[in-house]
């Protein structure tokens, strides 16, 4: 079976959709018959167009020119002149008009090939250095790519402004030689005719809780009607929850036959490991976030070689994670109990933070709190490991990566009750309700209180089980039972290879 992956998300972030993309990359590549390939398509900048039919023929260097330009389109255009800085939005501008008449007139969006033979340090870290391990290096980076020019984001504009006509329409991939796309959201694209679309469907936040997005009325219309195509072309959902299955089908019930519920895989970064203690208060100096100022101060009261005491919270920084909640009740525990407690959040700045951020700042200023980014697996570990618990308190979710990482480094787990929590985190953490500081700060103070050992205990043997089910080797023969679904899988060995397995047969 030949599958063709959207890589668009692997671009941007660390956890979330970026993450899941990149393990799903690497997890299809260890099943037996499934051939995956990645589609390399920005959101908002046109690519140069690749290797197109009959590249074969021309000598290495020309080859090498295309991809090397192909590599240049995608970077950011922060740098570059001004003359190239207009061209490129000229680009762009266009680029929606030009995708409505290409559908109009019944044009498919032909993929370039990609050759990573020459660029595999682009290919690991633009793509797959933020999640993969460095054993995976080899897999990734000679794996096949496909390129598509037109961005994203004018896919999405393009058929929003073809609504005047009736119906959005949306391009059509030139997919032909695919058994199955899997795009990781709703996808404003259509694939050929032999081509299963398969849509990763995380959450229906867009349409649920639109009060809690970015930009919210074209994030909502983008969503909605491109999730409305996808339905009506037949694709499939994969969605990573029974919660967020339970969702779209509460939306459209016609894509109930065709939805399934497939978890998230957990990073084989995280597991339980002895690790010092002492080490947090030079991660929390070294990896305090420059995008907010006057922040790099506040580390200057750790005290080199002593454990801090600490909540952690790991989410970028926007409302519907529900930060301020957490602020609250920490400032209760703090009042009240602990005032040694310190709270550490690791995130980058999402929409509507600077709210956020304004109430932190005072107990940034004390050096009681401090923001976290860019934080590496290895130390996001110790973290995890070392807080006296981590917090999930977000209104809303599809997933939720931080409670099973935190799981499976040996952490305590305090999530708000909310559907999906409940069903990925089990009853490996201790739960209430996101609108009250005060139900929040109990749950915390149930498991970090002076007599709480035995339920600590009881949480981590319970988080140790739990959070085995998103491994891998759980995870992956699901998706080999779905893919063999929708098409034969032609295989010898049915069985999944581990990384670990693999080098041992080797």
Same mark, same amino acid.
């Given at each position: 079976?030949?599958?063709?992956?959207e890589?668009?998300?692997?671009?941007?972030?660390h956890?979330?959709?970026?993450?899941?993309?990149?393990?799903?990359?690497?997890g299809?590549?260890?099943?037996?018959?499934?051939e995956?390939?990645?589609?390399?398509?920005?959101s908002?900048?046109?690519?140069?167009?690749?290797?197109?039919?009959?590249?074969?023929?021309?000598?290495?260097?020309?080859?090498?020119d295309?991809?090397?330009?192909?590599?240049?389109?995608?970077?950011?255009?922060?740098?570059?002149?001004?003359?190239?800085?207009v061209?490129a939005?000229?680009?762009l501008?266009w680029?929606?008009?030009?995708?409505?008449l290409?559908?109009l007139?019944?044009?498919?969006?032909?993929?370039?090939?990609?050759?990573?033979?020459?660029f595999?340090?682009?290919?690991?870290?633009?793509m797959?250095?933020r999640t993969?391990?460095?054993?995976?290096?080899?897999?990734?980076?000679?794996?096949?790519?496909?390129?598509?020019?037109v961005?994203?984001?004018?896919?999405?504009?393009?058929?929003?402004?073809?609504?005047?006509l009736?119906r959005?329409?949306?391009?059509r991939?030139?997919?032909r030689?695919?058994?199955?796309?899997?795009?990781?959201?709703?996808?404003?694209?259509r694939?050929?005719?032999g081509?299963?679309?398969?849509?990763?469907?995380?959450?229906?936040?867009?349409?649920l809780?639109?009060?809690?997005i970015?930009?919210?009325?074209?994030h909502?219309?983008?969503h909605y009607?491109?999730?409305?195509r996808?339905?009506?072309?037949?694709?499939?959902?994969?969605?990573?929850?029974?919660?967020?299955r339970?969702d779209?089908?509460?939306?459209?019930p016609?894509a109930?036959?065709r939805a399934?519920t497939?978890?998230?895989?957990?990073?084989?970064?995280?597991?339980?490991?002895?690790s010092?203690?002492?080490?947090?208060?030079e991660?929390?100096?070294?990896?305090?976030?420059?995008s907010i100022t006057n922040?790099r101060?506040?580390a200057?009261?750790?005290k080199?070689g002593?454990?801090?005491?600490?909540?952690?919270?790991?989410?970028?920084?926007?409302?519907?994670?529900?930060h301020l909640?957490l602020?609250?009740a920490?400032?209760?525990?703090?009042?009240?109990?602990?005032p040694a407690?310190?709270?550490?959040?690791?995130?980058?700045?999402g929409?509507?933070h #600077? $709210?956020?951020?304004? /109430? !932190?700042?005072p107990?940034?200023?004390?050096?009681?709190? @401090?923001i976290?980014? &860019?934080v590496?697996?290895?130390?996001?570990?110790?973290?995890y490991?070392?807080a006296?618990?981590?917090?999930?308190?977000?209104?809303?979710?599809?997933?939720?990566?931080?409670g099973?990482?935190?799981m499976?480094?040996g952490?305590?787990?305090a999530?708000?009750?909310?559907?999906?929590?409940?069903e990925?985190?089990?009853?490996?953490?201790e739960?209430?309700?996101?609108y009250?500081?005060?139900?929040?700060a109990?749950?915390?103070?149930?498991v970090?209180a002076?007599?709480?050992?035995a339920?600590?205990?009881?949480l981590m043997?319970?988080?140790a089980e739990?959070?085995a089910?998103?491994l891998?080797?759980?995870?992956?023969p699901?998706? #080999? $039972?779905f893919?063999g /679904? !929708?098409?034969?899988?032609?295989?010898?060995?049915?069985? @999944?290879?581990?990384? &670990?397995?693999?080098?041992?047969?080797?």
């Amino acid at each position: 079976m030949k599958v063709l992956l959207e890589m668009r998300p692997a671009f941007d972030g660390h956890a979330g959709i970026p993450q899941a993309t990149r393990l799903l990359f690497r997890g299809l590549q260890q099943l037996p018959g499934v051939e995956v390939e990645g589609l390399i398509q920005s959101s908002n900048r046109v690519l140069a167009p690749g290797l197109q039919a009959g590249a074969r023929q021309l000598p290495e260097h020309q080859r090498v020119d295309r991809l090397s330009r192909v590599v240049v389109s995608l970077q950011a255009t922060a740098n570059i002149s001004l003359r190239e800085r207009v061209l490129a939005g000229l680009r762009l501008a266009w680029q929606p008009s030009i995708q409505l008449l290409g559908t109009l007139l019944g044009r498919r969006v032909s993929l370039g090939h990609f050759d990573p033979t020459h660029f595999k340090d682009f290919v690991w870290r633009a793509m797959f250095a933020r999640t993969l391990r460095l054993e995976d290096f080899e897999g990734v980076t000679a794996a096949r790519f496909r390129v598509a020019r037109v961005p994203w984001s004018a896919a999405h504009a393009g058929a929003l402004a073809a609504r005047w006509l009736g119906r959005a329409l949306y391009p059509r991939l030139d997919t032909r030689g695919y058994d199955v796309m899997v795009a990781e959201t709703p996808y404003p694209g259509r694939v050929s005719a032999g081509t299963t679309l398969v849509v990763r469907y995380h959450d229906a936040i867009p349409l649920l809780m639109p009060h809690t997005i970015s930009d919210r009325a074209h994030h909502q219309a983008i969503h909605y009607h491109a999730l409305k195509r996808n339905v009506a072309d037949g694709a499939w959902f994969a969605c990573v929850s029974d919660a967020t299955r339970r969702d779209l089908v509460s939306i459209f019930p016609e894509a109930a036959a065709r939805a399934v519920t497939l978890h998230n895989m957990v990073s084989l970064h995280y597991h339980a490991e002895e690790s010092q203690a002492e080490r947090v208060p030079e991660i929390i100096r070294t990896r305090l976030s420059h995008s907010i100022t006057n922040n790099r101060p506040d580390a200057a009261q750790l005290k080199s070689g002593s454990p801090v005491d600490y909540l952690l919270m790991v989410s970028t920084i926007e409302p519907r994670k529900n930060h301020l909640t957490l602020l609250a009740a920490w400032e209760q525990l703090q009042v009240e109990q602990l005032p040694a407690l310190k709270l550490v959040l690791v995130g980058s700045l999402g929409w509507d933070h #600077k $709210a956020i951020v304004k /109430r !932190l700042r005072p107990w940034m200023a004390r050096g009681d709190l @401090y923001i976290l980014e &860019e934080v590496p697996a290895a130390e996001l570990r110790l973290l995890y490991r070392h807080a006296r618990a981590t917090v999930c308190p977000s209104y809303g979710e599809g997933f939720d990566f931080s409670g099973v990482e935190a799981m499976r480094c040996g952490g305590v787990v305090a999530a708000s009750d909310i559907p999906v929590h409940r069903e990925v985190f089990g009853a490996a953490a201790e739960y209430f309700s996101p609108y009250s500081a005060g139900l929040m700060a109990g749950a915390v103070q149930r498991v970090i209180a002076p007599g709480a050992d035995a339920r600590r205990a009881e949480l981590m043997a319970a988080g140790a089980e739990v959070s085995a089910r998103y491994l891998p080797e759980r995870i992956l023969p699901q998706w #080999k $039972a779905f893919l063999g /679904r !929708l098409g034969p899988i032609h295989e010898s060995d049915v069985a @999944y290879r581990s990384p &670990e397995a693999s080098e041992a047969r080797s």
